[in-house]
């Protein structure tokens, strides 16, 4: 029995093909508009927590201040106010996992007859796991190469593809950074883009006493542009956040009310801020699309009701050789519903090839997931049973006698 109603509601689609193909037309739109919107938007947060994860977890940074100096001010870690013996005590805190002290700069690399600006970074083998930064090749340098200030360099991956390229194996081979020679003893894993937009491969890391004395002197013994602090756990980063500024303001004899020289960021928090602002906006563009699938439903209504007064004659025929009203009321829906799933298999497949061309086109990180595309299903098919309701019902309530008199 449900089988031929299947049939006969098949039938009953392609007897009118162009009404059929005008009345999916809503639904194929509202259903790729939600896929298409919504790959866009697991994108963007896909992208958004490689970022986070590519700076480290857990993270702070701690900046050289902006203090005042004769009614001009200077931007954050424009000045030195942080040292070494800061970023020591800051690890003696409760709540610490690690520490490492950085000063920076960019430098001119030279290899053979390559050359590369970048940004070459002082620090302690500590950065590596304040940053959860691996090693691709070779190693990281140690304690005693910080103490001695030796010469040597770990590289990032775009480092690596501008000054050797794909055939040459950096390990070991000796690049000059501002004329001073520098082996290469390690390749670092590529992290990416920040999300600031920064190349984060595009850097090499010497020990920090190299730096300071070697690459950018340095003014003020001992002084860094910024310390990076790794929090044991989510639970301890607002705490920890206030120890680091109580503890600064006390070792830099700050008094109370006196602006601090230093500013403490909690990278993980603004990174967390974006995903969310992210993710809702994600939703919000679903549910912009969503509204597609409501006018795709009122057009399925429509065109029921002007078939169910068109074929008012037939459904009188129908009770009258037995039809009972639940067998017309289910002969419509299934109409309504077949009208509605085929549109939705239409739309996903028009919302995926959407996605795929706006990754290919506009070279943005989509995501089609199951997921949206069951969700779109259901709720087509819910739309399609919904509006299909009303004009099913009508049909079954029609008196036998007055539908056979209808012309």
Not at 192 to 209: A, C, F, H, R, Y
Not at 299 to 306: F, S
Request: hydrophobic residues 45%.
């Amino acid at each position: 029995m449900f089988m031929a109603m299947l049939g006969e509601a098949w039938h009953a689609m392609g007897a009118n093909r162009l009404r059929t193909f005008l009345t999916m037309l809503g639904m194929m739109i509202g259903v790729g508009a939600v896929v298409l919107m919504m790959a866009i938007g697991e994108g963007a947060q896909q992208s958004i927590k490689k970022s986070i994860s590519s700076m480290g977890s857990n993270l702070f940074v701690v900046l050289s201040g902006a203090p005042s100096a004769g009614g001009a001010r200077s931007s954050s870690g424009g000045v030195s106010t942080l040292n070494i013996s800061d970023a020591d005590a800051i690890a003696e805190l409760n709540g610490v996992s690690s520490v490492a002290p950085v000063t920076m700069g960019n430098a001119q690399i030279i290899y053979a007859g390559n050359n590369w600006n970048t940004t070459v970074m002082g620090t302690k083998p500590s950065y590596f796991v304040v940053r959860d930064w691996s090693i691709e090749s070779g190693a990281t340098f140690s304690d005693s190469d910080i103490r001695s200030s030796t010469r040597v360099a770990l590289v990032g991956k775009t480092v690596v593809d501008n000054l050797f390229g794909e055939d040459i194996d950096p390990i070991g081979k000796t690049i000059r950074i501002k004329q001073s020679p520098f082996v290469i003893v390690g390749v670092l894993t590529a992290k990416g883009q920040s999300l600031n937009g920064q190349d984060q491969d595009d850097t090499i890391i010497v020990p920090l006493t190299t730096a300071q004395r070697k690459l950018f002197g340095n003014q003020i013994p001992g002084s860094v542009r910024q310390i990076l602090v790794k929090a044991q756990s989510d639970n301890v980063m607002a705490s920890l956040e206030t120890d680091m500024n109580d503890l600064l303001r006390q070792r830099h004899n700050l008094r109370e009310g006196t602006e601090s020289d230093f500013s403490v960021r909690n990278l993980t928090a603004i990174a967390n801020t974006a995903a969310d602002t992210t993710k809702t906006m994600s939703m919000l563009l679903g549910a912009i699309a969503s509204i597609s699938l409501l006018v795709g439903g009122i057009g399925i209504m429509n065109i029921m009701l002007v078939s169910v007064t068109e074929r008012t004659r037939e459904i009188g025929i129908r009770m009258a050789i037995g039809a009972r009203q639940q067998d017309i009321l289910m002969q419509f829906l299934l109409e309504a519903f077949m009208i509605s799933i085929v549109g939705c298999m239409i739309g996903i497949a028009i919302g995926v090839g959407g996605a795929e061309m706006v990754h290919y086109f506009a070279k943005t990180d989509v995501s089609i997931s199951s997921q949206s595309i069951i969700l779109a299903f259901a709720v087509a098919a819910s739309v399609g049973i919904f509006f299909g309701y009303y004009p099913a019902l009508k049909a079954a309530k029609l008196n036998p006698i007055e539908a056979l008199r209808y012309q």
